[in-house]
């Protein structure tokens, strides 16, 4: 079976699924394949900070309902180390800027319920999806769904299908750069039912290495502790997770962890990863199938926003007004800020984590920057800047 569409989408994650959003605003069509079911794409935990950048547009597209209803804003997080919390005013060194937290999950409920409330099209459960003429004005989408094998036509495909994806491998070899880092050690996310332990976020550097409190809700807690990478999550029960949050988050003050039953519990591991450029012919990447950043700073999901924002900008250019240089420059654009979020990523994740091989200089070293951040008003204003988002425009 044949359909055609203006842009074809592949993946409904965040940048999919704003995408289509963003477009259909501008009366532009657009179909999203989507790999995995509806209820999957619905339930799976991953983020959940929200930069203002992103807030402010959910909100301006009239997507914020809910968000504005169950989110938390924030104004500041702690940073904690040798036994003390160090308070960074968020919003006070940043002109009022917040971040919110609402879970991604959350946010793609909203996104897939206004989409497909005005009659826009996701195709669910979609196999093999292939690419085709990428480099010509007519690229081409062959998938199949519902045992039916379908051809999609486009103007433009965007590749919006997370870092496992298929789109990445339709860039040729010979134009392409990739830029790799590993970290030595992963993340064990925890999902708890118990009250919030803390108004805001915890980012904690301990001897037996980084902790992270996090919240979901008045009743369900989120938190990280560094992990070995390869671990397998079998090892961990409910009280050797406890007892470690316990050691690594210790103050000398009153403050004490809320405790409660684990619901859920997993092993991440962490990298950087960019491809440049992040445009072939008429195929556009954007989220994380171009770039993935640690966890750490909280910026993958934004930047998935920031990279459809850019594109939706350009092909609404494009379609009323013949214009191609925002599609040339795409690439370019987002790659600025792509970068900056990946040094935010790595700076915060190297000051905060325990690496297997440090001594005790880089151990001072993690000291001094930590001291200096909280002491400084320009380090933690910098800090600051970068964690509730830099512009759109930058
Ligand atoms: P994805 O969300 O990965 O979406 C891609 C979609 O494409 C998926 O639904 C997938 O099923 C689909 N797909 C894949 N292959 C195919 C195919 N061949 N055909 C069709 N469909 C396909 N970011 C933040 O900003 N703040 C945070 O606090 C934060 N915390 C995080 C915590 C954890 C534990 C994790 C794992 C991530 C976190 N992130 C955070 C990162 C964030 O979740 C991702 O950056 C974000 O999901 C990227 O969105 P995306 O749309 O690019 O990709
Ligand atoms: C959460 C995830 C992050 O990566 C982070 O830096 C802060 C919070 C979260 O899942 O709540």
Redesign the pocket.
């Known amino acids: 079976m044949n359909m055609r569409t203006q842009v074809g989408i592949?993946?409904?994650?965040?940048?999919?699924l704003l995408l289509s959003l963003l477009l259909a605003r501008e009366g532009i069509d657009s179909i999203v394949?989507?790999?995995?079911s509806r209820e999957e794409?619905e339930t799976t935990i991953?983020?959940?900070?929200l930069e203002q950048g992103t807030v402010n547009l959910l909100m301006e597209m009239g997507l914020g309902e809910r968000m504005q209803r169950e989110g938390a804003v924030h104004h500041g997080i702690e940073l904690r180390f040798d036994g003390e919390g160090h308070r960074i005013p968020l919003s006070e060194l940043t002109n009022g800027r917040t971040i919110t937290l609402y879970p991604?999950h959350e946010v793609l409920r909203d996104l897939i319920a206004a989409r497909l409330n005005h009659g826009g099209h996701i195709l669910f459960n979609?196999k093999d999806?292939q690419l085709f003429d990428v480099s010509s004005h007519q690229p081409r989408l062959q998938f199949v769904h519902e045992h039916e094998q379908m051809e999609l036509q486009c103007d433009f495909i965007a590749g919006?299908?997370?870092?496992?994806?298929?789109s990445r491998a339709s860039l040729p070899e010979a134009i392409q750069t990739v830029f790799t880092r590993f970290y030595p050690f992963g993340?064990l996310?925890i999902l708890m039912q118990a009250p919030p332990s803390s108004q805001e976020l915890i980012y904690a550097y301990s001897e037996r290495g980084f902790a992270l409190v996090s919240t979901r809700s008045p009743e369900l807690q989120r938190m990280y502790l560094q992990c070995d990478p390869n671990d397998d999550i079998a090892h961990w029960s409910d009280e050797m997770i406890l007892e470690e949050l316990q050691l690594r988050l210790a103050t000398r003050g009153q403050w004490q962890l809320r405790i409660g039953p684990i619901i859920q519990k997993s092993i991440?591991a962490m990298r950087s990863f960019v491809i440049e450029p992040m445009q072939y012919g008429r195929l556009f990447l954007?989220?994380?199938?171009a770039h993935i950043v640690p966890?750490t700073g909280?910026?993958?999901?934004?930047?998935?926003v920031a990279d459809v924002r850019h594109l939706a900008h350009a092909l609404t250019l494009f379609y009323k007004e013949e214009r191609t240089d925002l599609l040339e420059a795409y690439s370019t654009t987002c790659l600025r800020r792509v970068w900056r979020a990946e040094h935010f990523s790595w700076w915060m994740t190297s000051m905060l984590h325990r690496f297997p091989d440090d001594d005790p200089f880089q151990q001072r070293m993690q000291r001094a920057q930590l001291e200096y951040t909280v002491r400084s008003r320009a380090a933690a204003a910098s800090l600051a800047e970068n964690y509730v988002g830099l512009p759109f425009e930058w």
């Open positions: 592949i993946g409904a994650g965040p940048a999919g394949l989507e790999s995995r794409v991953r983020a959940g900070v991604q979609v999806v919006c299908d997370g870092f496992h994806g298929v993340w996310g991440l954007a989220g994380d199938v966890p909280a910026k993958g999901l934004n930047l998935a």
